[in-house]
């Protein structure tokens, strides 16, 4: 998927949706491509706006000014809200996403709730686990609780990954993981990006500001 950001400025003050949009602008005049298959890392100090760019690519706000377009498509203005479904977002403590008693019962929540047949379901989770580097059959009637952090992540991750995203969206995602935990992750990422096309776009904090 080929996502497009052009001029786009963003203002949380509620007068945003008059004209002129109101400042004080988190964002302003954004433009970037990126394009499908790209990884892409984004690093700024606490408070520069990295959340809120990718909130915007995900669609969960919409620009003040400017506009988004996801395959040359602008989602807000088509009634085309679907293709927003087709970014994966991946909050910074991804575990906290983690609710059914099992491994499975989380990884297979989405699919579920798409109404697909249990035997496609059951290939699916397996994929996406094997995807993670979770052993489906020594993880998958586990409580997604009682993982180590980096486990209980890939859990999560794994959880977005079965639904097959044209683009997978990160913010922070070694927050709080040891220096083992983040190498095998970027492998994870790097993998999938090669390797299923995914596009990844991930966020870090800046630290030398
Ligand atoms: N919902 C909101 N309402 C009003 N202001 C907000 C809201 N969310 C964020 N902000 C403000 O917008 C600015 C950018 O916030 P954002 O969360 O995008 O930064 P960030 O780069 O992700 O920071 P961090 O590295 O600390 O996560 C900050 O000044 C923040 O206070
Ligand atoms: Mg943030």
């Known amino acids: 998927m080929q996502i497009e950001l052009n001029d786009i400025s963003f203002s949380y003050s509620k007068a945003r949706r008059r004209k002129p949009a109101a400042p004080p602008f988190v964002l302003t005049d954004i433009g970037v491509t ?3 298959g790209e990884m892409l890392a984004l690093a700024g100090r606490s408070g520069s706006g990295k959340s809120t760019f990718l909130q915007l690519v ?9 506009s988004v377009e996801l395959d040359g498509r602008n989602p807000h203005l088509t009634k085309s809200a679907e293709l927003f479904d087709k970014v994966g977002f991946i909050f910074q403590y991804p575990e906290h996403q983690l609710f059914a008693n099992t491994v499975y019962e989380d990884i297979a929540f989405g699919l579920r709730a798409a109404k697909l047949a249990s035997g496609e379901v059951e290939a699916k ?9 979770l052993d489906y059959d020594e993880f998958k009637d586990r409580s997604p609780f009682e993982l180590s952090g980096g486990e209980k992540r890939r859990a999560a991750i794994a959880g ?17 993981l040891d220096l083992q935990s983040r ?18 776009l991930w966020v870090s904090f800046f630290p030398f500001s």
């Not at 977005?160 to 709080?176: F, K, N, Q």
């Open 160 to 176: 977005v990954v079965v639904l097959e995203p044209g683009v997978l969206i990160l913010d922070e995602p070694t927050a709080g």
């Open 125 to 133: 989770v397996r994929r996406a686990m094997e995807a993670v580097r």
């Open 183 to 200: 190498r095998s992750l970027f492998d994870l990422l790097h993998k999938m990006n090669r390797e299923q096309g995914i596009t990844v």
């Open 34 to 36: 990126i394009n499908k």
């Open 58 to 66: 995900k669609g969960f706000i919409a620009p003040s000014l400017g």
